[in-house]
């Protein structure tokens, strides 16, 4: 790397120092009184200063880096064409123009020697950048053989530049066989012109002028040497020229085939450029669901798209909207009236938004009479399975101006039109979806506050609770709330339906709770202060009537416990049974009373369907309340886990603890369901009475 970068640091110094050591010599070679005594220099001296300057440069442009930028051709040739070339040809056409307004001296001139000079240094120049000009596009995309007979080019290019240099002289006819076989070599190379099929019609018309102006430069150069023959002492010996002569005519002929390739191309470029057009077209349309675009935005890219890849001179798109779109579609170069006169022509037929293509309207009966300047049309639908989404009406004003290609480019460009406006729709679901699950959270958030974290603590009685949704955001409930005189509210529902309404229903039975629970000022005794669970059914029945949509209900029980008398009353709004575990009796029962579901009845008649009932119990007594999920949960065989089995895991846990019976149910339900899918919230509460105690801190 080091030594690449002195090398390139060197090469500039290196062939502007070789050029004044050419300038130098030649003025000797030239001129040999120039210094007063006669000099004679001699011609291998020439020749070396010659081929260090052209080393020099032809190596410095070789490690230069690729003047190539992407697919920018014409501009390659720009550069080359605006710089060394127009600098070498103005300075060639100042000498010519002096040596024909002052005339060239017999044996020349020390100012004309200067000019040659100059002027030889100026085409070596730009050989080398037309020549690495040329390598850039002849290895552009090629494959690595072609890089390799590149290589080998070049290096037997090099080769001759040394003939001189060294005393042996080729045979005599072995050193123009090795310029035409060098010369085959550069025209064999001279066929790559891959490049030209990237070119615009515009490009290619460019890059003819700008390979018309290399050869020009070529010719100019010739010309210029032709010119100068009696200046013999100016020139090197001929075998010198070996070099430049075939970088010259591989400069020329690569400039030729290309101005020819590129000439002949020019014809097909609007063929392939409209084919890319489309391409790009199609990109378009699919790039628009990556940039999250409109479906008007679709509609509009590929009603242009269409346009201009057909080439209409009418046409208008019809877009069968929906009540959230207000795009209907767009019109070009025809009026709107007349467009319907047309579909209504086309429905009378009935050919409406049916792939119609007619090349003879002039001819139709029907077209004819509506007098519009047009002789073709095509109808193309824009359809899916699910939907007809409009239709893309073109027209031409000659007969017979579309043909199928016309109506295959139309199909593809509907059908992806089509599959970008659903595969919108499909974004657009998503994105609802995706608003509803981050609603569910917040709503699954606001439920589970609404849960209490703190369960009742007393020394009369062990309560354990359990809640499972099974969705994000179900609709059980319960609650509790501590009254005065060593009495407690529990409170169990659940709430029909899911979801975002389940649990703002949730949030509105709860209110409800607290507010009704409140102290009543006006009481007139104490056991009146507070509402029995059958007077609260009743006013929160009253209350949800008024908020509670029609077709939603809640089932709900309410107990009152009053643990310093030892009993309860209860009253069940369409609840489940209550579970309960006699401990003197020891057996376990469930209380069947009558009850309706909240919301059912939305009139002072529900009080008619509502009971309390008193129950005075004893420690060790356990009460189970839950809501239907958990004796609605299916087993392996649909079967469900039931009241019974319930019962029976009462009856084989109500010695454990209020925490342990919660335990061994759920164990035994997830055990029944298990490789089953959750179908309803589970909500569980285990309360069991224990001996009055002292208080702790008596």
Request: proline share 4%.
């Given at each position: ?17 070789s050029w004044l050591g050419l300038l130098a010599c030649t003025l000797l070679y030239a001129h040999p009184d120039l210094l007063g005594p006669r000099v004679e220099l001699p011609g291998w001296l020439l020749l070396l200063m010659q081929a260090l300057f052209t080393a020099s440069v032809f190596i410095q442009e070789s490690i230069s880096p690729d003047r190539l930028r992407g697919l920018d051709f014409v501009g390659l040739l720009r550069r080359l064409v605006l710089g ?615």
């Amino acid at each position: 790397m080091l030594f690449a970068r002195k090398r390139n640091t060197l090469l500039l110094p290196l062939s502007v120092l070789s050029w004044l050591g050419l300038l130098a010599c030649t003025l000797l070679y030239a001129h040999p009184d120039l210094l007063g005594p006669r000099v004679e220099l001699p011609g291998w001296l020439l020749l070396l200063m010659q081929a260090l300057f052209t080393a020099s440069v032809f190596i410095q442009e070789s490690i230069s880096p690729d003047r190539l930028r992407g697919l920018d051709f014409v501009g390659l040739l720009r550069r080359l064409v605006l710089g060394p070339g127009l600098v070498a040809t103005v300075f060639v056409g100042l000498h010519l123009l002096l040596q024909l307004v002052v005339g060239s001296p017999p044996a020349g001139s020390v100012f004309h020697t200067v000019l040659h000079t100059l002027n030889t240094g100026l085409f070596v120049i730009l050989l080398a950048r037309t020549n690495y000009a040329w390598r850039s596009l002849v290895l552009f995309r090629s494959s690595d053989q072609l890089r390799r007979l590149w290589f080998c080019f070049e290096a037997l290019l090099g080769a001759t530049l040394l003939f001189r240099l060294f005393t042996w002289t080729p045979p005599y006819g072995l050193g123009s066989a090795l310029l035409g076989v060098m010369a085959v070599f550069g025209a064999y190379i001279s066929s790559h012109q891959k490049w030209v099929a990237y070119l615009s019609r515009r490009q290619k018309l460019e890059a003819v002028l700008l390979q018309l102006a290399v050869l020009l430069t070529m010719g100019a150069f010739v010309f210029y040497f032709l010119r100068t023959p009696h200046y013999p002492r100016l020139l090197a010996l001929a075998t010198q020229h070996t070099f430049l002569t075939l970088n010259a005519f591989f400069a020329g002929f690569y400039a030729l085939m290309g101005l020819l390739v590129t000439f002949f191309n020019m014809p097909t470029g609007r063929v392939f450029e409209q084919k890319r057009e489309e391409i790009l077209n199609l990109q378009r349309l699919t790039q628009l669901i990556q940039r999250g675009q409109t479906p008007q935005e679709v509609y509009q890219v590929f009603f242009d798209s269409a346009v201009q890849t057909v080439n209409a001179d009418a046409a208008w798109l019809s877009v069968e909207t929906t009540s959230d779109e207000e795009y209907s579609g767009q019109y070009y170069h025809i009026l709107p009236e007349q467009a319907q006169a047309i579909c209504h022509l086309l429905a009378d037929y009935n050919l409406g938004h049916i792939e119609y293509l007619n090349n003879d309207l002039l001819n139709s009966s029907g077209f004819r009479g509506l007098g519009l300047p047009f002789g073709s049309l095509i109808v193309m639908p824009l359809r899916s399975n699910k939907r007809q989404y409009g239709a893309l009406y073109m027209l031409k004003e000659p007969s017979q101006s579309f043909d199928r290609e016309n109506l295959s480019i139309l199909q593809t460009f509907a059908s992806q039109t089509v599959l970008s406006i659903e595969n919108l729709q499909l974004v657009q679901a998503s994105l609802d979806t995706q608003r509803v699950q981050d609603e569910l959270k917040i709503a699954s958030a606001v439920q589970d506050s609404l849960i209490p974290k703190n369960l009742p603590i007393d020394n009369w009685f062990e309560i354990s609770s359990h809640a499972l949704a099974a969705t994000e955001v179900g609709g059980d409930f319960y609650d509790f709330l501590h009254l005065p005189g060593r009495r407690l509210a529990v409170l169990i529902g659940d709430v029909s339906g899911k979801g975002v309404t389940a649990a703002f229903h949730v949030a509105q039975m709860k209110g409800i709770f607290h507010a009704l629970m409140q102290e009543n000022p006006l009481a007139r005794n104490e056991r009146e202060k507070f509402p029995v669970p059958s007077k609260f059914m009743a006013q929160a029945n009253n209350a949800l009537a008024r908020c509670l949509e029609k077709a939603a209900f809640i089932t709900a029980s309410l107990y009152i416990i009053d643990y310093e008398h030892g009993g309860f009353v209860f009253a069940r709004a369409g609840h489940c049974h209550t579970l309960y575990y006699h401990s003197i009796k020891e057996e376990v029962s469930y209380f069947h009373t009558a009850g309706l579901g909240l919301g059912i009845i939305r009139n002072d008649g529900y009080e008619k369907h509502i009971k309390n009932q008193f129950y005075d119990y004893n420690p060790g007594d356990v009460m189970v309340i839950y809501t239907d999920g958990i004796i609605e949960a299916r087993g392996a065989d649909q079967e469900e886990y039931g009241e019974e089995r319930l019962k029976q895991m009462l009856e084989r846990t109500y010695y454990l603890d209020a925490d342990e019976i919660k335990e061994q149910i759920l164990a035994d339900l997830n055990e029944f369901s298990r490789g089953q899918p959750m179908h309803d919230d589970q909500t569980l509460l285990v309360i069991k009475f224990k001996a009055s105690q002292p208080e702790p801190s008596l």
